[in-house]
């Protein structure tokens, strides 16, 4: 059942109901289904209030359109739910996306192609890479407003009360520093590696595209376990099981998420995690002295390599069908998206902008250090997740893996041989589709 509001309210007045309405009875009501972090009910105070803030002008400056929005779990629960009203008629005008759902749902006829209401010029704007990631069949079906980098944040202040001057850039190294870490009780690195979920995952993607491996070839057939792919995907596997072995990583990560590994972050008890620059802005919120005292590092690579920077993040995309209703919605998408509602939306949240005039133009981005450092990173070798039906279910087999060889109970080769065996009966399925 709906509930109806008259203005943005209260947080209190958000609970009421898991569809909020925002605005007057008007002569069209647009649905919109949204994570709860980039709407008004988000967690994180200051997220939920820009977001109120902006509803409110889109609102006002729109009095023919009542905006209902409606929380959308962002994980594989959430794909799964526009899959299932899709096929019961049920779904909304507009719909904020994992930019990785975006070939899944086009597949299943759910998004509607922005080639002719996107104008060129403000294509322009975003980096070529976030086009490309949208882009299926030469037409953009989503716009994506924020990424978040991953890398190994850390304390400046603890690498140089372990005798060090920077963080270590290849393996080797950071093996060495983290045995004289380990001596003093302090663990150097920790990463999710928990089961079936996309950060694991995600984390791992960067040293093995660094190494050269590739997930799918250009048909979009999964080739992660062929040839080279399987060798470097295996040593990738190796160095979780050496770091764990060494005492270098606690087994444990293999049942934590990101969030997870903040309390040991926080209590001095490891030198870096692995980590999404989208939490940033509340890691500093929650321990205020850490806004003077932390950096992000790239993962510590084999001599001679360089990880590769992983794009992807969340975007806004067009579902209706009904000329009128999607005059609507891209109406609204087109607000959200715009270079200063989207600054003031990635300021606030911390994450990243994918736009090259926000990096310009906002004082923050332009000016923060720790901004800065993922700037760098932006600029430098950056690669999406592919955008086929398939790669859930390959990255899903990938970290599944990660418990058995960390806790040395799996070999890498076995675990890569093992991730083949949960991909390809789906990959055969798919195509039978």
Do not use: C
């Not at 086009?131 to 603890?158: C, H, N, W």
């Not at 802005?281 to 003077?292: C, F, I, T, V, Y």
């Not at 992807?312 to 067009?318: E, N, P, Q, S, V």
């Not at 690669?383 to 087999?397: E, H, L």
């Amino acid at each position: 059942m709906l509930s109806r509001i008259g203005t943005i309210a209260v947080a209190a007045a958000f609970a009421a109901s898991p569809l909020w309405i925002v605005g007057q009875a008007a002569a069209l009501e647009l649905n919109v289904f949204v994570p709860a972090a980039y709407s008004p009910s988000s967690g994180f105070i200051p997220g939920a209030d820009v977001f109120k803030k902006l509803y409110a002008e889109f609102q006002k400056q729109n009095p023919d359109i009542t905006l209902n929005y409606e929380v959308l779990d962002p994980g594989p629960a959430g794909l799964q739910k526009l899959l299932t009203v899709a096929a019961s008629n049920g779904l909304p005008d507009v719909t904020i996306v994992d930019g990785q759902w975006i070939a899944r749902l086009v597949q299943s006829n759910v998004l509607q192609p922005l080639d002719a209401v996107w104008p060129e010029s403000d294509r322009a704007d975003f980096h070529p890479a976030v086009i490309e990631a949208e882009t299926i069949d030469g037409k953009p079906f989503g716009i994506m407003f924020q990424t978040g980098m991953r890398g190994l944040v850390y304390r400046p202040s603890m690498l140089a009360s372990a005798g060090l001057t920077e963080f270590p850039a290849t393996f080797d190294a950071f093996m060495a520093a983290g045995k004289t870490l380990k001596d003093k009780g302090i663990s150097a690195e920790m990463v999710p590696a928990k089961a079936n979920e996309e950060p694991s995952t995600m984390h791992m993607l960067s040293i093995f595209w660094g190494l050269g491996g590739k997930l799918v070839d250009e048909k979009g057939a999964p080739v992660f376990f062929e040839g080279d792919n399987g060798k470097y995907l295996a040593d990738v596997y190796q160095m979780y099981r050496d770091m764990a072995a060494a005492g270098v990583m606690p087994a444990s990560v293999t049942t934590m998420d990101e969030n997870g590994l903040k309390p040991f972050f926080y209590g001095g008890e490891t030198l870096a995690i692995g980590f999404s620059s989208s939490g940033v802005k509340q890691m500093w919120s929650e321990m205020p002295d850490l806004a003077n005292d932390l950096a992000v590092a790239p993962y510590p690579m084999p001599e001679g390599e360089k990880p590769v920077t992983i794009l992807g993040g969340f975007a806004y995309a067009l579902t209706a069908k009904d000329p009128e209703r999607a005059a609507a919605g891209w109406k609204f998408i087109q607000f959200m998206t715009s270079p200063k509602n989207m600054g003031e939306v990635n300021e606030v949240l911390g994450a990243l902008p994918v736009r090259n005039s926000i990096w310009k133009d906002n004082t923050f981005f332009a000016t923060n250090p720790m901004m800065q450092s993922y700037k760098r990173m932006y600029d430098g070798e950056m690669q999406t997740r592919p955008a086929v039906p398939i790669y859930n279910t390959i990255s899903s087999a990938i970290s599944a893996q990660l418990a058995g060889v960390i806790s040395g109970q799996v070999k890498p080769v076995d675990a890569v041989a093992a991730a083949r065996d949960a991909v390809m009966p789906e990959y055969e399925r798919q195509k039978g589709r």
